[in-house]
């Protein structure tokens, strides 16, 4: 008992120490973004276009890259074709916020202005993000739940305050802080089986990003694969009542994630593929996409037409610095997902082969090849619900984060060959696959000698570019 109680308060107070963490890291990015847009010229001077008097300070310093079609989807909505590519979750809380934030100063005489402008949309997007966001609580628990530590769950949790993309993680009115937030909790609800929770968490994820769609993996994964892998590694069929019943519920709770998506397609076509939307005088002029089949998305299209999306579509010339810029992390991320998962795939197949002979049936050779996979995997048998605490210090390879890993593999592919590659700065700090990769690193080569190995690159790496990543982000400079 006395035990268990020192471990709650050991937990406690390091979740304490990380909200600290967390709100310190804030404070140090927003000096030094403020101060390097202030003593530095920019490289692109269009925030100064719509923001001439506030040339030096916060609200000026915010508005760079994405921000300006969020502060204009905030002002007038979705008015131009090309602002379908963002989704309206961080638009709705920066109108939001500015709104309830000009109600309080006008009640209070500070001022009499109707509408809200756009330095109050700005300001508003960074007040949502500093009170609604902070994901250090969740990736800590979530750390502990699948078998971690406290100190790799510290560690984890504090390599998660050393992002790629320090601006739009912890500065700027961006929809990936949200995301990432939201993420975590869906997936630690995912973790304790609170379906309902992890849902309405990914469903929300979905209104600030299309990739939101992504995380019913991690329901159809608890819900569905796991019963199965167990079911097989008993013996039993592949198939009964009670999982028929778990896949339909997955099912149903995957649209409920993907709803938003769906309805932000509903919106565009309502907008410019309808009669309404050109007037009763005027002819109507209907996009391309319009009468796509089989469904008119405006997204997609939206995504190749503007942004050059698609399978490739970046794989140019030009485009090499910014292949540059994420070649650390996808290697990261890469290689440590795809170890993970070959491991098991090969575990599978030795499990397959011991019962590969004649006469023997098809059940058995899946029962070798599901017991293979949870028990090849280091620290094995932790299917479904909460992890055993380990003792070991590195969680990768165990069953219970192998859907993490094949999640992993499957974002960093989509960002490498059908997307802006440089964006996985940003997204990586949304998949807790990413903090652990990095913490196994640093926790592989702990107490080794002096000289270099990938660890210390690694740490020297996050610290400069974070800072380098702010100066650039200061500056008007990429990566977006």
């Given at each position: 008992?006395?035990?268990?109680?020192?471990?709650?308060?050991?937990?406690?107070?390091?979740?304490?120490?990380?909200?600290?963490?967390?709100?310190?890291?804030?404070?140090?990015?927003?000096?030094?973004?403020?101060?390097?847009?202030?003593?530095?010229?920019?490289?692109?001077?269009?925030?100064?276009?719509?923001?001439?008097?506030?040339?030096?300070?916060?609200?000026?310093?915010?508005?760079?890259?994405?921000?300006?079609?969020?502060?204009?989807?905030?002002?007038?909505?979705?008015?131009?074709?090309?602002?379908?590519?963002?989704?309206?979750?961080?638009?709705?809380?920066?109108?939001?916020?500015?709104?309830?934030?000009?109600?309080?100063?006008?009640?209070?005489?500070?001022?009499?202005?109707?509408?809200?402008?756009?330095?109050?949309?700005?300001?508003?997007?960074?007040?949502?993000?500093?009170?609604?966001?902070?994901?250090?609580?969740?990736?800590?628990?979530?750390?502990?739940?699948?078998?971690?530590t406290p100190s790799l769950a510290k560690l984890t949790t504090l390599l998660s305050l050393l992002p790629l993309s320090p601006p739009t993680l912890l500065f700027a009115p961006y929809a990936e802080p949200f995301f990432a937030t939201l993420s975590y909790k869906g997936?630690?609800?995912?973790?304790?089986?609170?379906?309902?929770?992890?849902?309405?968490?990914?469903?929300?994820?979905?209104?600030?990003?299309?990739n939101g769609t992504m995380l019913a993996g991690f329901i159809i994964w608890g819900l569905f694969v796991e019963p199965l892998v167990q079911r097989l590694a008993k013996g039993k069929g592949l198939i009964n009542v009670a999982l028929v019943k778990s896949l339909l519920?997955?099912?149903?709770?995957?649209?409920?994630?993907?709803?938003?998506?769906?309805?932000?397609?509903?919106?565009?076509?309502?907008?410019?593929?309808?009669?309404?939307?050109?007037?009763?005088?005027?002819?109507?002029?209907?996009?391309?996409?319009?009468?796509?089949?089989?469904?008119?998305?405006?997204?997609?299209?939206?995504?190749?037409?503007?942004?050059?999306?698609?399978?490739?579509?970046?794989?140019?010339?030009?485009?090499?610095?910014?292949?540059?810029?994420?070649?650390?992390?996808?290697?990261?991320?890469?290689?440590?997902?795809?170890?993970?998962?070959?491991?098991?795939?090969?575990?599978?197949?030795?499990?397959?082969n011991n019962n590969n002979g004649e006469g023997i049936a098809i059940r058995k050779r899946l029962q070798g090849a599901a017991q293979q996979v949870i028990s090849g995997s280091s620290g094995g048998g932790a299917v479904g619900a909460e992890a055993p605490q380990a003792?070991?210090?590195?969680?990768?390879?165990?069953?219970?984060?192998?859907?993490?890993?094949?999640?992993?593999?499957?974002?960093?592919?989509?960002?490498?060959?059908?997307?802006?590659?440089?964006?996985?700065?940003?997204?990586?700090?949304?998949?807790?696959?990413?903090?652990?990769?990095?913490?196994?690193?640093?926790?592989?080569?702990?107490?080794?000698?002096?000289?270099?190995?990938?660890?210390?690159?690694?740490?020297?790496?996050?610290?400069?570019?974070?800072?380098?990543?702010?100066?650039?982000?200061?500056?008007?400079?990429?990566?977006?």
């Open positions: 008992m006395s035990h268990v109680l020192r471990s709650s308060e050991a937990h406690a107070s390091n979740k304490k120490f990380l909200t600290r963490a967390y709100y310190l890291s804030r404070i140090i990015v927003a000096t030094i973004i403020i101060l390097s847009a202030t003593l530095l010229p920019p490289f692109d001077s269009s925030h100064l276009i719509t923001q001439p008097q506030r040339k030096f300070g916060f609200a000026s310093a915010l508005l760079r890259w994405d921000v300006f079609h969020f502060a204009n989807i905030a002002l007038n909505g979705y008015t131009h074709e090309h602002l379908f590519a963002f989704f309206p979750g961080i638009p709705f809380l920066m109108r939001l916020f500015a709104e309830a934030g000009l109600r309080v100063f006008n009640i209070a005489g500070f001022t009499e202005r109707p509408s809200v402008s756009e330095g109050d949309v700005l300001l508003g997007g960074a007040a949502a993000s500093l009170i609604l966001c902070n994901w250090t609580g969740d990736l800590y628990d979530l750390t502990v739940a699948v078998g971690g997936i630690l609800a995912c973790q304790r089986q609170k379906w309902i929770k992890a849902t309405a968490c990914f469903m929300l994820a979905t209104a600030f990003r299309s519920r997955a099912t149903v709770y995957s649209a409920v994630v993907a709803l938003p998506f769906l309805l932000h397609q509903v919106h565009g076509y309502y907008t410019f593929c309808t009669v309404e939307s050109f007037g009763r005088s005027s002819t109507p002029d209907y996009p391309p996409w319009c009468s796509a089949k089989p469904f008119p998305l405006i997204y997609s299209y939206v995504q190749k037409e503007y942004w050059d999306v698609g399978f490739l579509r970046y794989w140019t010339p030009p485009q090499i610095p910014n292949f540059l810029f994420a070649a650390p992390v996808m290697m990261l991320l890469l290689t440590t997902s795809w170890k993970q998962v070959r491991g098991a795939a090969l575990d599978a197949m030795v499990g397959w003792s070991r210090l590195d969680i990768l390879g165990s069953i219970a984060t192998l859907h993490h890993a094949i999640h992993c593999l499957i974002f960093s592919l989509i960002l490498l060959f059908a997307s802006h590659v440089q964006i996985v700065l940003r997204l990586s700090s949304s998949m807790p696959y990413t903090y652990w990769a990095a913490a196994s690193l640093i926790m592989q080569y702990k107490g080794e000698g002096g000289g270099w190995n990938w660890a210390r690159i690694w740490v020297v790496y996050l610290v400069v570019w974070s800072f380098v990543s702010m100066v650039l982000w200061a500056t008007f400079l990429p990566p977006a």
